[in-house]
């Protein structure tokens, strides 16, 4: 078998299942394929870091896991040679059999057992999971080695971390051997229908779809969906909840195409449409007057920025939970008074487990400084900030009366957009901050700032503190605290215009 021999590999597998056309576009289109994005790359940083953890729950075994991925064909070979000197557990042992090739994550020998575990970097089984899982028990039963177990190994989200971390308690095993047991006929019949796309040669004809972003958003996008319009699609619908494919399949791609008496679209959907349609822009000047009334001066726009680690890092934290790193705050003392400014961005080197210094509690110590015990703290999306701070109240439980005392101070401005009671067409039916902020000042959007989004803004953290981090560190740092910032000064401006309506009706207080 030479490089490049096989046909169709796991992922393969999973492409065809999620559409042929992906399939099809992988073995013979790859130009359309845009380059992986950073959040991509940091997707499979993440699954490589579990994978390589979850192997110290089956320890001593003999790695095949190869740098260069077209070295498959050795990877196979070895694979049969170790199964004959009955080695008791190999990572990434590779099974070729009939043009397919798929890698295990581990294969070990139990109490007389032939186990197979694929790891996952997720908190639960998904699907895919089990699609992919399945053609993995195809390849090895083909090659002639029937797993007697099949498990899927997932993170157990609800693991704390108290000290160093323990695989057994970190990781949930789950027997899946039935279920994909029961699923090999479905395999054969995929694997036929994908190989007969393979020796065709020819682009299957399927429809743009449902499918196209389940179980993945899929990459041949850009091509197939070049006849959707670029702006205000009916894709960009808000909250849609598949009312977008049954526009699409009457024929309608552009929200200004929308009839006018069309039934059943809630209130956010039709000033979408309207404001598309008839550029209406819609300023409900009594609730947001009733909003304004309920907050008080001084006002605290507050805004967290957090890394959420599969592998937790901290004392009493847990997988994927959302743990503070950085904050803003700009606070306004009186209406139409001075703003002024205070932020924190912890020091990455502290995100260790035996910190001398834990940078929560850092945090929470200049919060003690810079939030005064009075007046309202504004966030947008307050959900997110009240959750971080509950659990710093848990982990710290020496300062939960001051982190408590907070929550019942936090309002919503993220409720006025959502609600609808202040709507430009340029808000294009979104209410987050980033298409909010430029509608109303179009000169200030996150599109000239290096870091654009909270995901980058973790990203670049979480490698900061993993030491992955390529670029210069010192530099980064200002792009993050100018990112943060910029949320914050965005409620002030947005706030301010609010203040101003409200104003406008003669209750000035
Ligand atoms: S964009 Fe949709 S139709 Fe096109 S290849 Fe991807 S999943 Fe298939």
Known sequence: MSNHSYLLSKSGFVSGVQCEKKFYFDRYRKDLKPALSVQQESLFEKGNLIGDFAKTLFDGGVDLGVTDRFDSAEQAKRT?????QSVNTIYEAAFYVKGV???LDILHHQDGQCWAIEVKSSSSVKDYHLTDASLQYWVMTESGLKPDKFFLMHVNSEYVKQGPIIPDDFFTLVDITDQIINNQEWVAEQLKFLIEINDNRHEPAKEIGKHCSNPFD???????????????SVFELTNARGREWDLYARGILHLHEVPDNELNLTTRQQLQIDGVKYGKTIIDKFSIDEFVRSVSYPIYYFDFETINSAIPILHNTSPFQQVPFQYSLHIAESHSGPVSHKEFLAIAKDFVEDSPQDPRKTLINQLKADIGPDGSIMAYNATFEKNVIKAL??????DAEFLLSL??????????FKAGWYYTPSMKGSASIK???????????YQNLEIGNGEQASTVFLEMITGQFKGNEIEMRDHLLAYCKQDTFAMVLLYNELEKISDSLGHQD
Do not use: I, T
């Open 101 to 103: 090739f798929a890698a």
């Open 435 to 445: 298409y909010v902020l430029p509608a109303l000042f179009p000169d200030l959007s």
């Open 393 to 398: 109240a848990e982990a710290f439980p020496e």
């Open 218 to 232: 899929c990459d041949y996008k850009g091509h197939c969906w070049s006849h959707v319009p670029e702006e205000n």
């Open 80 to 84: 049969q040679a170790l199964l004959k």
């Open 407 to 416: 929550l019942p101070r936090f309002v919503d401005l993220l409720d006025v």
